[in-house]
């Protein structure tokens, strides 16, 4: 069993700039869910993906966007990059069952100067 | 609203003594409660769960927690910490799955 899978390890990345963030849900797994976590604090949820929809969104701006394929794989996409963007960004695969269990993968870190 | 609160943001014990990392938590329906380990430079992993079955919950690696309704409580123990248990842990609530709301962490130090 293949668990979640996120690149690139590490981005730097200028202000202003965009910048797209991959992830590969682990085998079996049709819904997943993207959190940015700064440092010294608890991930903050971004949205969730369920069948290639939008089923849930955190309180950040419309410049982060998502998509989600037909083999539930996923991409988080951030536009006008700020200073603030610079955290940890972690995906997280699950299923539509009764315990909401979510794996995450080991985040990609981005830095914005 | 829910919402999950942990009291100490460091907790220092050494090897060999018990674990108590205290997290309270706020929810209008029934919540799913998680406790989440993160190692330096490592992702998520998940330590146990409560979802409505029993209130003592056994996790991986020796943790335990009891979700207390009465005290909106959910603290994770270890009756004997490890020097690989020196890790970021996180409390989670979720009602209905989709979205994870996480507590600000607790760093547990654990002394040779």
């Known amino acids: 069993e293949t668990g979640v899978t996120q690149s690139p390890t590490h981005l730097i990345k200028t202000r202003g700039q965009q910048v797209t963030l991959r992830c590969s849900s682990q085998?079996?797994?049709?819904?997943v869910s993207w959190y940015q976590q700064a440092l010294g604090q608890g991930p903050q949820f971004i949205f969730q993906y369920y069948r290639e929809e939008e089923n849930g969104r955190g309180n950040f701006p419309p410049r982060f966007s998502g998509l989600q394929f037909p083999n539930y794989s996923s991409e988080l996409n951030v536009n006008a990059l700020e200073l603030d963007d610079s955290a940890l960004y972690l995906c997280?695969?699950?299923?539509?069952?009764?315990?909401?269990?979510?794996?995450f993968g080991p985040g990609t870190r981005l830095t914005v100067t | 609203a829910q919402s999950v609160t942990q009291l100490d943001s460091h907790v220092s014990v050494s090897e060999g003594t018990p674990v108590l990392l205290r997290c309270n938590y706020s929810s209008s329906y029934s919540p799913s409660l998680f406790w989440y380990v993160q190692h330096p430079n490592k992702g998520l992993q998940l330590l146990l769960k409560?979802?409505?079955?029993?209130?003592l919950v056994k996790g991986i690696n020796g943790f335990e927690a009891e979700f207390k309704k009465s005290e909106t409580s959910f603290h994770l123990t270890k009756p004997s910490a490890h020097m690989s248990d020196a890790a970021e842990y996180f409390c989670?609530?979720?009602?209905?799955?989709?979205?994870?709301?996480f507590g600000q962490g607790t760093e547990l130090s654990v002394k040779p």
């Open positions: 989670v609530v979720t009602v209905g799955g989709g979205k994870l709301i």
């Open positions: 409560y979802t409505s079955a029993a209130t």
């Open positions: 085998s079996g797994h049709n819904t």
């Open positions: 997280a695969s699950s299923e539509i069952t009764g315990t909401y269990e979510q794996y």
